[in-house]
């Protein structure tokens, strides 16, 4: 598999960044470990998921500081949100997203779908000229488009600074609290993808792989 | 038993590492810069004027519960909430013309706005509550700012820890038209546990710069010789100054 600079680029700094973005917010909700719909909310009967505190290993800085947590939490976001958007723009300028990551009608006809399901459950994961799959592209497509502007959108959505052009959405949702809801469950949808991304890595030639994701990849002849 | 305790070495020095790190200058400038980029992106994208949602009274929280401090410790304080503060001062001082001290009875009498607006704990709840008060910008005009003056700073009756609490803003906020000096919550008089008698409203920012128990309120061109120089009792905690974020 043959992968673009930018791609490099954008895949090892996007890892980075979400590392200390996922284990600085185990930290924040550490300081409130209640989740509510709707607008407002602060009392255990008023939440739909009391969490539980996240161990000092699993946050940064490893023992509890809701303010340093913030300060690595709203910092890492710029790189992170900045780094996303101009990733977008070179998979469209280049044409990435269209060529690679966006599906074609033929591919959501049922005989492919089940096809392509049946080869990961066989893990026979020979790409036919270098081309992602159907379940890749869903899933990068969902990452890239939805999961990840996810991030960006539901944390502006909790911002009370940015409440007044938030408004529409946070009506679409429910309030704020739907939104730092959202926020945690699109958090945790990452975390999964993260676990299934890395044992298909691992379960289909996993240091070439690897290496091509740094090194880009032998040329096409 | 010498392996397990180098591995735990090792552990826990990688936990330190992320914690030493952020002590460091250049990690506490990148967070000041970052903390910079988000006041004036938010404000670039959503304009000083614009208003936090108000919502409808069928939205208010059946209880708005307290935080921080809950009360003022003091038999002072104590005989002063029974009797009605009748002798509470909101001083206005610093950098005005006419300095100030209203009484409760001159706050009430000013023009006053109510708005039914929701409080975001930095903790991650929210409560929405009514509240009732006269714009700061009013009072702030009635002092007469005089040049030189940016930033206002809450002066507060409580003491969280053993510190006194405090906050302040700059004027953009200082002007903003839902920032007020509230007396009044869900139509009655500020409860104890919310800052009783008079609490900020701060409703761009989170719930730690909304001052409670306010004694004195004045006008500053720096932050800097005031408690720990970081403008607020949270901020000189490790908090950020602004918090809109």
Redesign the interface.
């Known amino acids: 598999m043959r992968h673009a600079l930018s791609t490099r680029l954008w895949h090892w700094t996007n890892f980075a960044c979400l590392v200390v973005l996922f284990m600085s917010g185990l930290n924040i909700s550490n300081a409130h470990p209640r989740l509510y719909w709707g607008e407002w909310g602060f009392s255990a009967a008023q939440a739909w998921l009391v969490l539980p505190k996240f161990p000092g290993w699993s946050t940064i800085p490893g023992y509890y500081s809701l303010a340093s947590a913030r300060d690595w939490h709203t910092a890492v976001a710029w790189p992170f949100a900045v780094g996303l958007a101009l990733f977008w723009l070179a998979i469209l300028a280049k044409g990435h997203f269209k060529r690679d990551i966006m599906t074609r009608a033929p591919e959501w006809r049922w005989p492919a779908i089940r096809a392509d399901l049946a080869a990961h459950l066989r893990l026979d994961f020979d790409h036919v000229g270098r081309k992602y799959n159907f379940l890749q592209k869903l899933s990068y497509g969902l990452v890239l488009g939805l999961l990840l502007p996810g991030m960006v959108i539901t944390g502006l959505g909790i911002s009370p600074g940015m409440e007044p052009v938030m408004r529409p959405l946070l009506d679409a949702v429910g309030g704020r609290q739907s939104m730092r809801s959202l926020h945690f469950i699109v958090a945790w949808s990452l975390v999964a993808f993260l676990i299934l991304h890395v044992a298909l890595v691992l379960l289909s030639n996993p240091l070439r792989q690897m290496r091509d994701m740094i090194t880009g990849g032998e040329r096409a002849a | 038993m010498r392996r397990r305790g180098i591995i735990a070495g090792i552990?826990a020095g990688f936990?330190?590492g992320?914690?030493k790190v952020?002590e460091s200058r250049t990690?506490q400038s990148?967070?000041d810069?970052?903390?910079g980029?988000?006041?004036s992106s938010?404000?670039f994208?959503?304009?000083r004027e614009?208003?936090?949602?108000e919502?409808d009274r069928s939205?208010i929280?059946p209880f708005f519960?307290g935080n921080g401090s809950q009360t003022v410790n003091t038999p002072e304080y104590r005989a002063a909430a029974v009797a009605g503060f009748p002798d509470w001062r909101l001083t206005v001082t610093g950098l005005v013309a006419h300095p100030l001290a209203l009484t409760l009875e001159n706050i009430r009498r000013l023009p006053q706005r109510t708005q039914v607006t929701?409080h975001?704990?930095?903790?991650?709840?929210?409560?929405?509550g009514e509240w009732t008060g006269p714009q700061l910008s009013l009072i702030l005009r009635g002092a007469q700012l005089l040049p030189g003056a940016r930033f206002i700073v809450f002066r507060c009756a409580d003491t969280l820890n053993g510190a006194p609490y405090y906050e302040s803003i700059d004027m953009i906020d200082a002007f903003h038209p839902q920032t007020i000096v509230a007396h009044r919550l869900n139509g009655q008089a500020l409860p104890e546990r919310n800052g009783a008698p008079l609490r900020l409203r701060v409703?761009?920012?989170?719930g730690y710069k909304h001052a409670k128990y306010l004694t004195g309120i004045e006008a500053v061109a720096s932050l800097a010789g005031i408690g720990g120089g970081q403008g607020g009792y949270?901020e000189d905690?490790?908090?950020?100054w602004?918090?809109?974020?």
């Open positions: 552990g936990l330190g992320c914690a952020s990690a990148l967070f810069m970052a903390e980029w988000h006041r938010q404000r994208l959503t304009g614009a208003l936090a949602t919502f939205h929280s519960r929701r975001d704990c930095v903790e991650g709840w929210s409560a929405i409703e761009r920012q989170l949270w905690r490790g908090y950020q602004y918090a809109g974020i």
